[in-house]
């Protein structure tokens, strides 16, 4: 049953951007009736019948709309702004209510910068698929939460606070199944290790060769997962595509080729600037010399360009920022990856797109646009980000299944 509202608020705005298309030739009205859009159309025309005017509680105002943002890939337990080494490993070992506290606030965090769905990328404590179940139940708006759970990689290579080990194909098997029953919405899957900023490669060979990896692929398939794998360097992710992975995540180290085939076969990108970009600006916390920062900078300048050309042959470019990683806060690291992007070249529209409509179409989620009918997640800006990019930090309110949750006093105006 839907919530017992028959009032109607309407949103007066300049512009905006329906998950698809830029609507330039406003101003217009966006009528909300409980958790659904129920008109947007140019001011002047009357709206819907539905929405009797009569029964209208609150009018906002701002100069732009854009459907709730999605957040691509992020760890919900783990707290972006903990930037000392020893107090992040000593995190892991707090009881699982500290950590279910560090990402409540994580989760609200997010919010208030306009996320309304966010795919988290695994945590072996189960505060991914404990908050997504707090989330549905919250009397207060909240993101939805996509969790992965727990992920899969070989024994003893990188991704021990993520995933469960499998050494075997019998073992792959064995683990996707208590995956999928444990409630999985997405299959993650650790392709490779991380980075070697100072040799400036990926440490070690892919994980899984193509076989074991398409056995993965087709396990999780037969029981509805979608699969996405972090993976970086030339040789994890041919196979990761060829195996026919849903989703690469991070894709450091990228090639025309490999972007050629994960063009035809749809396969999205998350890029996540964000931690590496971090590493970056801030090279004293880990202790980079010049030599490092250098290949830091290579790395980054190389994945601009390989985002542009992904941008150019059609790639699914969805944004996410790896929030919880060192230096990467949850909700502004989504919008600095969204500046990433348009460094890069790609356009304002496609890189709305990148943490709006597209995400939601690759995963088969919930549609949010900007059209009657839809649910309504709705983000207003002060100022339209297709005139100056800076406006997406100027959020004015966010709506979640129609509820307002308003962020800035000073922008917004709304009567009742
Ligand atoms: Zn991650």
């Known amino acids: 049953m839907t919530r017992n509202r028959t009032v109607t608020e309407i949103i007066r705005i300049d512009s905006y951007f329906d998950g698809t298309t830029y609507h330039r030739d406003g101003p217009y009205e966006i009528a909300i009736t409980a958790t659904r859009i129920t008109a947007v159309q140019s001011c002047g025309s009357s709206l819907d019948s539905d ?19 999605v957040e691509g890939h992020a760890h919900l337990f783990l707290n972006g702004d903990d930037l000392d080494p020893a107090s992040r490993a000593e995190f892991l070992k707090a009881p699982l209510d500290t950590k279910m506290v560090a990402a409540r606030r994580n989760l609200r965090q997010s919010l208030e910068k306009g996320i309304t769905l966010i795919r988290d990328a695994g945590d072996k404590f189960g505060v991914n698929h404990a908050l997504r179940g707090e989330a ?27 995933a469960y080990e499998a050494k075997d194909d019998a073992e792959i098997e064995t683990v996707v199944s208590r995956i999928a029953a444990e409630g999985a919405d997405d299959l993650k899957i650790i392709q490779t290790g991380i980075i070697d900023f100072v040799s400036g490669r990926v440490k070690g060979d892919p994980q899984f060769d193509l076989p074991a990896l398409s056995l993965i692929v087709s396990a999780a398939k037969q029981r509805g997962l979608k699969t996405f794998a972090h993976c970086s ?43 590496v970009h971090f590493q970056w600006t801030e090279p004293q916390i880990a202790g980079w010399d010049d030599a490092t920062v250098g290949k830091l900078r290579s790395i980054l300048d190389d994945h601009l ?40 070249g790609v356009s304002v529209a496609s890189v709305l797109e990148s943490a709006t409509s597209r995400p939601r179409r690759c995963w088969g989620t919930n549609a949010t646009a900007l059209r009657r009918g839809a649910t309504a997640d709705i983000v207003l800006l002060k100022g339209n980000p297709f005139q100056d990019a ?26 009742g």
Not at 54 to 60: I, R
Not at 318 to 343: K, P, R
Not at 397 to 415: E, L, W, Y
Request: hydrophobic share 45%; net charge negative; aromatic share 8%.
């Open 51 to 69: 929405s009797d005017r009569a029964h209208t509680a609150t009018c906002y105002r701002a100069g732009f709309a854009m459907p709730g943002l």
């Open 136 to 162: 549905v139940a919250s009397a207060t708006p909240l993101p939805a939460v996509r969790s992965a759970g727990l992920g899969i990689r070989r024994p003893g290579r990188y991704g021990a606070f993520m």
């Open 233 to 275: 360097g030339r040789a994890g992710l041919e196979v990761a595509v060829r195996a026919g992975v849903d989703s690469i995540e991070h894709g450091f180290f990228m090639n025309r080729e490999t972007l050629q085939r994960m063009a035809d076969l749809g396969t999205a990108w998350v890029p996540t600037f964000s931690p």
């Open 305 to 344: 360009a390989q985002v542009a050309l992904a941008d150019e042959l059609g790639v699914n470019l969805v944004a996410g920022s790896d929030a919880g990683s060192q230096g990467v806060s949850h909700g502004s690291g989504l919008i600095d990856e969204l500046y990433f992007m348009l460094d890069a």
């Open 390 to 415: 800076s406006h997406l930090r100027d959020i004015v309110a966010v709506f979640k299944d129609g509820v307002p949750v308003v962020v800035g006093t000073n922008q917004a105006s709304h009567h």
